[in-house]
């Protein structure tokens, strides 16, 4: 079962990037220091890219699982909430291709007190259908801080293709919102 907080993720998700969208359209586009910008727009692209990525390196070891058995392999074993970090720097890098430091400070905070009360009561929930196994997964693996000398890996996994191409279809949406963005932020500069 969802947390109520989580059951209204997309409509936060959702006025958030509008936001972003907004700013962006209705901002001057950047004059001066426009090199500093270039460097700003590669962070945010690498960051969507390794969120992407991480994101379905998560997927590969949480779908058909989920809810079966505690994932405590791959990414799991690095860190317990990999697929949060991994979606937070994907949402970090398309608002820093706004540009707008206060947008970026609004979105780190949000996200910062949304994953807190996520997390939360996704622990109560673990620990209630695991209860012994998940405290001691608890006490080797870091709520967030990754420990890559935990890590480990099953040497097989079966994979559904389906859930995979939905997973690829459902991690692009970082890549389509940075995608729109730029395009509007190249509108914006061409001289009229």
């Avoid at 997309?10 to 509008?18: C, E, I, P, W």
């Avoid at 929930?125 to 420990?147: D, K």
């Avoid at 040497?155 to 939905?166: A, K, N, T």
């Amino acid at each position: 079962m969802k947390s109520p907080v989580r059951r209204y993720r997309k409509l936060v998700a959702g006025t958030l990037f509008a936001i972003i969208f907004i700013v962006v359209i209705f901002s001057a586009p950047p004059q001066d220091r426009y090199h500093l910008y270039v460097y700003v727009d590669i962070f945010s692209y690498l960051l969507v890219a390794l969120a992407t990525m991480g994101r379905l390196w998560c997927g590969f070891y949480v779908f058909g699982r989920k809810n079966q058995e505690l994932c405590q392999d791959g990414p799991y074993s690095i860190c317990r909430n990999p697929l949060y970090v991994f979606s937070f720097m994907g949402g970090m890098g398309v608002v820093m291709a706004s540009n707008c430091i206060v947008l970026m400070i609004v979105f780190a905070a949000i996200s910062c007190f949304y994953y807190f009360l996520v997390i939360k009561y996704e622990e109560k929930s673990l620990l209630h259908h695991y209860s012994q196994e998940y405290e001691t997964y608890c006490t080797r693996v870091h709520r967030f801080r990754p420990n890559f000398r935990n890590y480990w890996s099953r040497e097989q996994m079966e994979v559904d293709p389906q859930l995979i191409f939905r997973a690829i279809v459902k991690n692009m949406w970082f890549f389509w919102l940075l995608f729109v963005l730029e395009i509007i932020k190249s509108l914006k500069r061409i001289p009229h």
